[in-house]
């Protein structure tokens, strides 16, 4: 409810509906606006869990999406900013 990854969806999403712009978070071309929300964004691009439910979900994503080769893990733990991840 609360969490860093909110807060980033919600300013992100906020942005993107100002300027006209949630297509690039749509699920299909034709999905209405309203259907967008900072909700949806979290459930859908925010993986969390135990290390073997996050191994879950990312092969039920690859399974979604397709094969990918690099996985973006975009967060700040201390110092560190970005990591990413090879599959």
């Not at 699920?27 to 073997?52: I, Y």
Request: hydrophobic share 35%.
């Amino acid at each position: 409810p609360n969490s860093p990854y909110r807060s980033y969806y919600h300013s992100v999403f906020t942005k993107l509906k100002t300027n006209g712009r949630l297509e690039i978070f749509k699920t299909h071309r034709d999905q209405p606006d309203d259907k967008v929300t900072v909700d949806m964004l979290c459930e859908k691009l925010v993986l969390w869990g135990t290390s073997a439910q996050v191994a879950k979900k990312i092969l039920a994503f690859r399974e979604e999406v397709g094969d990918f080769s690099t996985l973006v893990y975009a967060a700040r733990i201390g110092s560190t900013a970005i990591s990413d991840v090879t599959l």
